[in-house]
């Protein structure tokens, strides 16, 4: 009893203040529509409902099913507050769209004259599709995530980059004499042979030690006879192994005749290759390289250190700004291919020493000793210091990227900071601190950052430790490996030249590793003079030759000093920064602006369309439960051939549970229900006193003219 | 009746003038402002008070021309480029690398041709410096030179005079060969001299061209005798070379085999046969390691021993005393499709040194047309490229003062390759090509040729970065046994033994694999610049493309086809007027319009109009309208809520 009532003033409620703009078609369509889509509607909520009344309701239940039955009234006035949209049918909803979106083009459809009209509807959808494309456009730009670049140039207080100073010649020759004793006593043998037209005396081939020898030996190729090359053991005549029958002609050919070779053999000297060099000098150098890789692989690194060059030793002066400085400032490290090597301003314990001004007054003035006469003198054939400068907390790959300083002269060195800084995933594939890169870093045991050199090198050793089983003695080694040295690895000359000349490890190395967000390079201007002048030589000699020796006599000399200056330059810094071209507010505002031009549209437009969308869906789902409902009815109808019930006896079925319908009466007139006299409610609603009202003229207006039609 | 057509209806009721019926602009503009989409208009006609709608005018002028001119900004601002840095780290393909000793040809070898010369410049410094003999070089001294002057007549002499010119009056000059003063007539060119001139001194060396058959003269005054000298003796060198047959310029220089003692790449030993032959005329045979023929090498690792390893042999007795004065080889870093010029750009290696080279890659891309000059492949411009290399500026430069040259002079420089159907430059056929050179080059110089402004740089372009150090090479201890060996590889080629200052070690290589490529990439496309318009519109005036269509229809369309229906009408009116007296139905028609009665189409049918009867005389019925009492719609609610009910009845 209470329920229909309720409804119907929500309903008309719901209709009234959803449609305000509508008020004079108001009417109308109510009377239009209401015709089949509200019975449809009730019948649909009260067959939902007699579901539920068959239930036994004792006490206790009867109150659970009083209060299921609040939340579903106040569902089921949700619902139809939901589904009272702007109209009942697909074309009205339309036409109240369009005239009342906000988005520009609709309601130019409504309001114009037919062949405007279809303009118009071309013009809107044509923009709507331009909208639709360029928004595609926009999002696929922000998807693929580009960035922008900003650089700045300029100077400002930095800190001083960290400089690695060593010495080309890794070790003193005075203190690795003994080690080298015999490799240098075969070289000198192999330089006779090959250069010296006659055979030196059998006794100075004698005293040789041949075990070294006879790992890799040199041959030579004599190519005169270009299809049957004859390959000659260096030292033939006395091992008598020779392939060619005489030794003689090995003694007379010259380089363009006779190649130089290193015979590199496995499995006991069962599979050898040779290794062809065009010219002797590079032939010996590569041969005493790898014999010395051998040697001082079974070293220590300790007693290695204690070989190379110290601090003292090397640098004679230091001056940073106006303080200053000595050997003990710069930290050691032991460098496989240039041994001690000293960093200043590493970084590593304390801070990073900053400078504040450019020129040379404000860097890093040095004064080195190279002492050139205690080279290896096979090994290194080049004399001067090695210099890199490096980010802070980064390995001085001083092979790669250093350069050299010349001994006898000032070389200054003129630095900008050039820094890249990149953003990360997503937009490229760098990283931050390697830590996703598949490759274990043996450069992180001297904590130190990642580098890419670093992960290439790392990851070589690691191909090499594979294929060789030991480790190259220019890396570091991973625990647990051993360096590779003739004893123990026989075959690993074989082997690790295999590897170098493999492309797939490289390719693979390459592709393993990425590169990092960071990457700074240190832009040098490098100029030189002489140093010292003719003038100055003496004294500077002297004072330093005092220092370093407490002597008065003059114990240095032109080849083997260098003087330093590394200072910042005038702009010392240029940084380009990766920025993200397009963020979300760079897409909202373009799709925005994409909307707003051609529509004149917003959010709140497409909220609109979105709720015009949830209508039409309540339309169509309104109008199936009528369709299957007017089914069933008419199967209804076919069944018992009796007229549907009312409104009334149905409301009142759910309502009084007393209730029964009176099936026997099948009366064709429906209008006998003794309830109608005690319903006056829906015949008679309470009147709408329209003039109570204050309305605007217009309105009236309006409605009068409406009133004419 | 169909919900759609009843709204329809309504709405046809609610809008009382539809475009172009409006009666008048006027009208038009009142429907226009509170019909339109735009925000702004609708404020003008709605807002009270004359302060407040002129502000409002004021406010909509204002947006629209902040809007015209924010657009504007916009579309000016279109053809711009963001630059985008990308860091590839890769296997990077090696540049070719191209060494030239910078002594052209073996002096030895060349000496015959250029004895004469040789002999006139020792004369020339004799009587200008007052020296006789260079004994720097041994060998030289066994010349007899000094004895062949008196027999021969000088020619190079004669032909361009060297002189002393007085620096106060620079029209007299002594000509030092007969110690004549002589009037000198023509401009007088004073070439800065690059070695500085530090005593005060009064005579200045230079020497004059002359055109043959016309008396212009041009003198060329140097403010050091060394340049003078050494620029007299160019002068003269290329035309001498000029006439001698490119193999046997290329017999008289080096071979690589002479030039190339070791060379290991990439951990692989190399030899001359990797290096392509280049025949430059200033420098003589140069040799290209990585050459476009064959496979392009590349580099996986940086690093000095993964990089071009090379020893040189120069041969510092063989050079040439007067055309060059250092020693040394010069080494240039290019792409391979790339000219080497090796005159102007290069790095000079010195001997007994090692010079190590680290190259960075960087890579630039530019945009062409619209957004910057510069052009692809060179195709676009109009200057045939003589070289058999890739387009570049420099090229372009170098082609456009050749063609200009022997468009002028009808013959070409000796330093630059021949166009078509031309000869290089010689006494013998064109006998005044100096002072046409000279005159080309200083308006080439002076930017006066429209070479500059002709040639564009190039879109793309890869700049190797170098960092070049020295050390000394061989080192005190090593270099026993390193010339020893090195003599031995050099064979043949050489009878002699190696000096450490007769080699030089070079070392070129990528010191990291990071190849930086500079991108430019368009800053604006068309969706931005719509989207960018889009917000302007909106944020002004809430307008969008629909407004500025609404904008032409009313204010076009609509607006011309009320003026012309007005005009017609006038015209219309016009007609009729001129008619009037002819025409005895216009005062009817015009007394059909004043009175009402006839033009009342909404009212309903009343009996006399319905039966067409004539006004009852001295009716004042449109004068009084009837009541419209308001009270009386309350029926009409009634009646709507009555439908609602009634409504299954009625269908």
């Given at each position: 009893?209470?329920l229909?009532?309720?409804?119907?003033?929500?309903?008309?409620?719901?209709q009234?203040?959803?449609?305000?703009?509508?008020?004079?078609?108001?009417?109308?369509v109510?009377?239009?529509s209401?015709?089949?889509?509200?019975p449809?509607?009730?019948?649909?909520?009260?067959?939902f409902l007699?579901?539920?009344?068959?239930l036994?309701?004792?006490?206790f239940?009867?109150?659970?099913?009083g209060?299921?039955?609040?939340?579903?009234?106040?569902?089921?006035?949700?619902?139809?507050?939901?589904?009272?949209?702007?109209?009942?049918?697909?074309?009205?909803?339309?036409?109240?769209?369009?005239?009342?979106?906000?988005t520009?083009?609709?309601?130019?459809?409504?309001?114009?004259g037919?062949?405007?009209?279809?303009?118009?509807?071309?013009?809107?959808?044509?923009?709507?599709?331009?909208v639709?494309?360029?928004?595609?456009?926009?999002?696929?730009?922000y998807l693929?995530?580009e960035?922008s670049?900003?650089?700045?140039?300029?100077?400002?207080t930095?800190?001083?980059?960290a400089?690695?100073?060593c010495?080309?010649?890794?070790?003193?020759?005075?203190?690795?004499?003994?080690?080298l004793?015999?490799?240098?006593?075969?070289?000198?043998?192999?330089?006779?042979?090959?250069?010296?037209?006659?055979?030196?005396?059998?006794?100075?081939?004698?005293?040789?030690?041949?075990?070294?020898?006879n790992?890799?030996?040199?041959?030579?190729?004599?190519?005169?006879?270009p299809?049957?090359?004859?390959?000659?053991?260096?030292?033939?005549?006395?091992?008598?192994?020779?392939?060619?029958?005489?030794?003689?002609?090995?003694?007379?050919?010259?380089a363009?005749?006779?190649?130089?070779?290193?015979?590199l053999?496995?499995?006991?000297?069962?599979?050898c290759?040779?290794?062809?060099?065009?010219?002797?000098?590079?032939?010996?150098?590569?041969?005493?390289?790898?014999?010395?890789?051998?040697?001082?692989?079974?070293?220590p690194?300790?007693?290695?250190?204690?070989?190379g060059?110290?601090?003292?030793?090397?640098?004679?002066?230091?001056?940073f700004?106006?303080?200053?400085?000595?050997y003990?400032?710069?930290?050691?490290?032991?460098?496989?291919?240039y041994?001690?090597?000293?960093?200043?301003?590493?970084?590593?314990?304390?801070?990073?020493?900053?400078?504040?001004?450019p020129?040379?007054?404000?860097?890093?003035?040095?004064?080195?000793?190279?002492?050139q006469e205690?080279?290896?003198?096979?090994?290194?054939?080049?004399?001067?210091?090695?210099?890199?400068?490096?980010?802070?907390?980064?390995?001085?790959?001083?092979?790669?990227?250093?350069?050299?300083?010349?001994?006898g002269?000032?070389?200054?060195?003129?630095?900008?900071?050039?820094?890249?800084?990149?953003?990360?995933?997503?937009?490229?594939?760098?990283?931050?601190?390697?830590?996703?890169?598949?490759?274990?870093n043996?450069?992180?045991?001297?904590?130190?950052?990642?580098?890419?050199?670093?992960?290439?090198?790392?990851?070589?050793?690691?191909?090499?430790?594979?294929?060789?089983?030991?480790?190259?003695?220019?890396?570091?080694l991973?625990?647990?490996?051993?360096?590779?040295?003739?004893?123990?690895?026989?075959?690993?000359?074989?082997?690790?030249?295999?590897?170098?000349?493999?492309?797939?490890?490289r390719?693979?190395?390459?592709?393993?590793?990425?590169?990092?967000c960071?990457?700074?390079?240190?832009?040098?201007?490098?100029?030189?003079?002489?140093?010292?002048?003719e003038?100055?030589?003496?004294?500077?000699?002297?004072?330093?030759?005092?220092?370093?020796?407490?002597?008065?006599n003059?114990?240095?000399?032109r080849?083997?000093?260098?003087?330093?200056?590394?200072?910042?330059?005038e702009?010392?810094?240029?940084?380009?920064?990766?920025?993200?071209?397009?963020?979300?507010?760079?897409?909202?505002?373009?799709?925005?602006?994409?909307?707003g031009?051609?529509?004149?549209?917003?959010?709140l437009?497409?909220?609109?369309?979105?709720?015009?969308?949830?209508?039409?869906?309540?339309?169509?789902?309104i109008?199936?439960?009528?369709?299957?409902?007017?089914l069933?009815?008419?199967r209804?109808?076919?069944r018992?051939?009796?007229?549907?019930p009312?409104?009334?006896?149905?409301?009142?079925?759910?309502?009084?549970?007393?209730?029964?319908p009176?099936?026997?009466?099948?009366?064709?007139?429906?209008?006998?229900?003794?309830?109608?006299?005690?319903?006056?409610?829906?015949?008679?609603?309470?009147?709408?006193?329209?003039?109570?009202?204050?309305?605007?003229?217009?309105?009236?207006e309006?409605?009068g003219?409406?009133?004419?039609? | 009746?169909?919900?759609?057509e009843?709204?329809?209806?309504?709405?046809?009721?609610n809008?009382?003038?539809?475009?172009?019926?409006?009666?008048?602009?006027?009208?038009?503009?009142?429907?226009?402002?509170?019909?339109?989409?735009?925000?702004?208009?609708?404020?003008?006609?709605?807002?009270?008070?004359?302060?407040?709608r002129?502000?409002?005018?004021?406010?909509t002028?204002?947006?629209?021309?902040?809007?015209?001119?924010?657009?504007?900004?916009?579309?000016l601002?279109?053809?711009?480029?963001?630059?985008?840095?990308?860091?590839?780290?890769q296997?990077?393909?090696?540049?070719?690398?191209?060494?030239?000793?910078i002594?052209?040809?073996?002096?030895?070898?060349?000496?015959p041709?250029?004895?004469?010369?040789?002999?006139?410049?020792?004369?020339?410094?004799?009587?200008?410096?007052?020296f006789?003999?260079?004994e720097?070089?041994k060998?030289?001294?066994a010349?007899?030179?000094s004895?062949?002057?008196e027999?021969?007549?000088?020619?190079?002499?004669?032909?361009?005079?060297?002189?002393?010119?007085?620096?106060?009056?620079?029209?007299?000059?002594?000509?030092?060969?007969?110690?004549?003063?002589?009037?000198?007539?023509?401009?007088?060119?004073?070439?800065?001299?690059?070695?500085?001139?530090v005593?005060?001194?009064?005579?200045?060396?230079?020497f004059?061209?002359?055109?043959n058959?016309?008396?212009?003269?041009?003198?060329?005054?140097?403010?050091?005798?060394?340049?003078?000298?050494?620029?007299?003796?160019?002068?003269?060198y290329?035309?001498i070379?000029?006439?001698?047959?490119?193999?046997?310029?290329?017999?008289?220089?080096?071979?690589?085999?002479?030039?190339?003692v070791?060379?290991?790449?990439?951990?692989?030993?190399?030899?001359?046969r990797?290096?392509?032959?280049?025949?430059?005329?200033?420098?003589?045979?140069?040799?290209?390691?990585?050459?476009?023929?064959?496979?392009?090498?590349?580099?996986?690792?940086?690093?000095?021993?993964y990089?071009?390893?090379?020893i040189?042999y120069i041969?510092?007795?063989?050079?040439?005393?007067?055309?060059?004065?250092?020693?040394?080889?010069?080494?240039?870093?290019?792409?391979?499709?790339?000219?080497?010029?090796?005159?102007?750009?290069?790095?000079?290696?010195?001997?007994a040194?090692?010079t190590?080279?680290?190259?960075?890659?960087?890579?630039?891309?530019?945009?062409?047309e619209?957004?910057?000059?510069?052009?692809?492949?060179?195709?676009?411009?109009?200057?045939?490229n003589?070289?058999?290399a890739?387009?570049?500026?420099?090229?372009?430069?170098?082609?456009?003062?050749?063609?200009k040259?022997?468009?002028?002079c009808?013959?070409?420089?000796?330093?630059?390759?021949?166009?078509?159907?031309?000869?290089?430059?010689?006494?013998?056929?064109?006998?005044?090509?100096?002072?046409?050179?000279?005159?080309?080059?200083?308006a080439?110089v002076?930017?006066?040729?429209?070479?500059?402004?002709?040639?564009?740089?190039?879109?793309?372009?890869?700049e190797?970065?170098l960092?070049?150090?020295?050390?000394?090479?061989?080192?005190?201890?090593?270099?026993?046994?390193?010339?020893?060996?090195?003599?031995?590889?050099?064979?043949?080629?050489?009878?002699?033994?190696?000096?450490?200052?007769d080699?030089?070690?070079?070392?070129?290589?990528?010191?990291?694999?990071?190849?930086?490529?500079?991108?430019e990439?368009?800053?604006?496309?068309?969706?931005?610049?719509?989207?960018?318009?889009?917000?302007?519109?909106?944020?002004?005036?809430?307008?969008?493309?629909v407004?500025?269509?609404?904008?032409?229809?009313?204010?076009?369309?609509?607006?011309l086809?009320?003026?012309?229906?007005?005009?017609?009408?006038k015209?219309?009116?016009?007609?009729?007027?001129?008619?009037?007296p002819a025409?005895?139905e216009?005062?009817?028609?015009l007394?059909?319009?004043?009175?009402?009665?006839?033009?009342?189409?909404?009212d309903?049918?009343?009996?006399?109009?319905?039966?067409?009867?004539?006004?009852?005389?001295?009716?004042?019925?449109?004068?009084?309208?009837?009541p419209?009492?308001?009270?009386?719609?309350?029926?009409?609610?009634?009646?709507?809520q009555?439908?609602?009910?009634?409504?299954?009845?009625?269908?």
């Amino acid at each position: 009893m209470k329920l229909s009532p309720n409804w119907t003033e929500g309903e008309t409620r719901a209709q009234r203040g959803h449609r305000a703009p509508l008020k004079a078609s108001d009417r109308s369509v109510t009377r239009a529509s209401g015709a089949w889509e509200v019975p449809a509607v009730r019948g649909s909520k009260l067959s939902f409902l007699s579901w539920e009344t068959p239930l036994p309701a004792p006490s206790f239940r009867g109150c659970l099913a009083g209060a299921a039955m609040q939340v579903k009234k106040y569902l089921v006035k949700g619902l139809h507050r939901l589904q009272k949209g702007p109209g009942y049918t697909y074309k009205e909803l339309l036409v109240w769209y369009c005239d009342n979106t906000n988005t520009h083009g609709p309601k130019r459809i409504i309001c114009e004259g037919p062949k405007k009209k279809a303009m118009w509807f071309v013009l809107t959808l044509l923009f709507a599709s331009i909208v639709f494309w360029q928004w595609g456009v926009f999002i696929q730009t922000y998807l693929s995530w580009e960035v922008s670049v900003s650089l700045s140039i300029g100077f400002k207080t930095m800190d001083f980059p960290a400089v690695t100073i060593c010495n080309a010649s890794p070790f003193q020759y005075s203190k690795v004499k003994h080690l080298l004793k015999d490799l240098d006593q075969l070289m000198e043998a192999v330089l006779e042979r090959i250069v010296a037209p006659e055979p030196p005396g059998a006794n100075a081939t004698r005293a040789l030690n041949l075990t070294l020898w006879n790992h890799t030996p040199l041959v030579l190729i004599d190519e005169r006879n270009p299809h049957h090359p004859v390959v000659l053991d260096l030292f033939a005549d006395n091992r008598n192994v020779s392939a060619s029958g005489s030794p003689a002609p090995g003694r007379t050919c010259n380089a363009q005749q006779c190649k130089v070779a290193m015979r590199l053999c496995c499995h006991n000297g069962t599979v050898c290759t040779f290794r062809n060099f065009t010219s002797a000098t590079q032939a010996v150098t590569e041969w005493y390289t790898l014999q010395a890789t051998n040697i001082f692989s079974q070293v220590p690194t300790r007693e290695l250190a204690k070989m190379g060059y110290s601090g003292e030793q090397l640098i004679l002066a230091c001056l940073f700004g106006a303080e200053p400085c000595s050997y003990r400032n710069f930290t050691s490290l032991f460098h496989p291919d240039y041994g001690n090597c000293y960093i200043f301003n590493w970084g590593m314990a304390e801070q990073a020493l900053p400078s504040s001004n450019p020129g040379v007054e404000f860097g890093l003035k040095l004064i080195l000793d190279l002492g050139q006469e205690d080279y290896v003198p096979f090994l290194t054939s080049t004399a001067g210091a090695r210099l890199l400068l490096h980010e802070q907390r980064s390995y001085p790959f001083v092979k790669e990227e250093g350069i050299y300083a010349m001994s006898g002269t000032e070389t200054s060195i003129g630095v900008l900071v050039d820094k890249l800084e990149r953003k990360g995933k997503p937009y490229s594939q760098c990283t931050a601190n390697g830590s996703d890169v598949p490759v274990h870093n043996l450069y992180r045991g001297l904590n130190t950052s990642y580098s890419i050199q670093a992960c290439i090198r790392s990851c070589f050793q690691d191909h090499m430790i594979q294929n060789c089983s030991c480790g190259h003695y220019l890396y570091p080694l991973p625990p647990g490996e051993k360096y590779c040295n003739n004893r123990e690895f026989p075959d690993w000359v074989y082997c690790y030249s295999q590897l170098r000349r493999s492309l797939g490890q490289r390719e693979t190395c390459i592709g393993m590793c990425k590169e990092s967000c960071n990457d700074t390079q240190y832009k040098m201007t490098i100029s030189m003079a002489d140093w010292p002048s003719e003038a100055s030589e003496d004294w500077i000699f002297h004072v330093l030759s005092q220092e370093r020796d407490q002597s008065t006599n003059i114990t240095l000399s032109r080849k083997g000093i260098v003087k330093l200056n590394i200072y910042f330059q005038e702009f010392n810094y240029r940084t380009i920064e990766e920025s993200a071209a397009n963020n979300i507010v760079w897409l909202l505002s373009n799709l925005g602006g994409q909307f707003g031009f051609w529509m004149g549209g917003s959010v709140l437009c497409l909220i609109e369309f979105a709720e015009i969308v949830i209508d039409f869906l309540w339309i169509t789902v309104i109008r199936l439960v009528a369709f299957s409902k007017s089914l069933r009815q008419r199967r209804a109808q076919a069944r018992y051939a009796g007229p549907p019930p009312t409104v009334a006896e149905l409301v009142e079925a759910h309502t009084n549970f007393a209730f029964h319908p009176d099936t026997a009466n099948h009366g064709p007139n429906p209008g006998a229900y003794p309830d109608e006299q005690t319903l006056p409610i829906p015949g008679t609603p309470p009147p709408n006193y329209d003039s109570l009202r204050l309305q605007p003229l217009d309105v009236i207006e309006s409605d009068g003219e409406g009133d004419a039609i | 009746m169909a919900p759609g057509e009843k709204i329809k209806a309504k709405i046809k009721k609610n809008l009382p003038v539809r475009g172009p019926q409006a009666p008048s602009i006027k009208e038009l503009m009142r429907w226009y402002c509170l019909k339109t989409n735009t925000h702004g208009c609708r404020r003008i006609v709605v807002s009270r008070g004359r302060l407040r709608r002129l502000l409002w005018i004021l406010f909509t002028l204002t947006a629209v021309a902040l809007i015209f001119w924010q657009c504007a900004l916009l579309v000016l601002s279109f053809y711009t480029v963001s630059v985008s840095i990308k860091i590839h780290f890769q296997k990077l393909d090696f540049p070719a690398v191209t060494i030239c000793n910078i002594n052209p040809y073996k002096y030895s070898a060349v000496r015959p041709l250029l004895a004469d010369l040789e002999q006139e410049t020792r004369a020339a410094l004799k009587t200008l410096y007052g020296f006789s003999e260079i004994e720097s070089r041994k060998r030289r001294a066994a010349e007899p030179w000094s004895s062949a002057w008196e027999g021969t007549q000088p020619k190079f002499l004669n032909l361009i005079p060297l002189m002393v010119f007085n620096e106060g009056e620079t029209s007299k000059a002594t000509d030092f060969l007969t110690g004549q003063k002589r009037k000198v007539s023509g401009s007088i060119i004073h070439k800065a001299a690059d070695v500085m001139h530090v005593q005060e001194s009064k005579e200045v060396v230079g020497f004059q061209l002359c055109s043959n058959g016309t008396s212009h003269c041009a003198v060329y005054t140097f403010s050091s005798g060394v340049n003078a000298i050494q620029e007299w003796y160019k002068l003269h060198y290329m035309n001498i070379m000029a006439q001698v047959p490119l193999e046997k310029k290329i017999n008289m220089s080096y071979s690589a085999e002479e030039l190339v003692v070791t060379c290991f790449f990439d951990g692989v030993s190399c030899d001359a046969r990797n290096f392509t032959l280049f025949h430059h005329p200033m420098y003589g045979n140069c040799y290209t390691f990585n050459n476009k023929n064959g496979t392009i090498h590349s580099t996986s690792m940086g690093g000095s021993e993964y990089g071009l390893q090379v020893i040189l042999y120069i041969n510092e007795e063989e050079y040439n005393p007067f055309l060059v004065s250092s020693t040394g080889a010069k080494v240039i870093v290019h792409r391979q499709d790339e000219y080497p010029f090796i005159e102007d750009v290069g790095t000079e290696i010195e001997t007994a040194m090692a010079t190590s080279i680290g190259m960075h890659l960087t890579e630039s891309f530019k945009l062409g047309e619209p957004y910057s000059q510069c052009t692809e492949d060179g195709s676009d411009v109009p200057i045939d490229n003589i070289y058999n290399a890739a387009y570049s500026l420099q090229i372009c430069l170098h082609s456009c003062f050749q063609t200009k040259m022997v468009e002028r002079c009808g013959c070409a420089q000796y330093s630059q390759p021949l166009p078509p159907a031309a000869n290089y430059c010689n006494y013998q056929q064109h006998p005044n090509w100096m002072y046409c050179y000279y005159e080309l080059h200083q308006a080439f110089v002076h930017e006066q040729l429209g070479c500059q402004s002709v040639c564009r740089e190039a879109c793309s372009f890869k700049e190797w970065t170098l960092t070049t150090s020295l050390a000394q090479w061989p080192s005190v201890v090593s270099e026993k046994w390193l010339l020893r060996v090195l003599t031995w590889d050099q064979g043949q080629q050489i009878k002699k033994k190696l000096n450490k200052t007769d080699l030089a070690k070079l070392l070129i290589f990528y010191k990291d694999l990071n190849q930086r490529s500079i991108m430019e990439s368009p800053a604006n496309s068309v969706e931005m610049l719509l989207s960018n318009f889009g917000g302007q519109l909106g944020l002004w005036m809430s307008c969008s493309i629909v407004c500025i269509i609404e904008i032409i229809e009313v204010f076009f369309i609509d607006s011309l086809s009320i003026i012309a229906r007005q005009q017609w009408q006038k015209a219309k009116k016009w007609w009729a007027q001129r008619q009037a007296p002819a025409c005895p139905e216009a005062p009817r028609s015009l007394r059909g319009q004043d009175n009402p009665v006839l033009d009342i189409d909404d009212d309903l049918p009343t009996f006399t109009s319905a039966l067409r009867l004539p006004p009852a005389p001295g009716a004042q019925v449109p004068g009084t309208p009837p009541p419209r009492y308001n009270t009386l719609r309350l029926e009409r609610a009634f009646s709507n809520q009555l439908t609602d009910t009634q409504v299954p009845a009625e269908s």
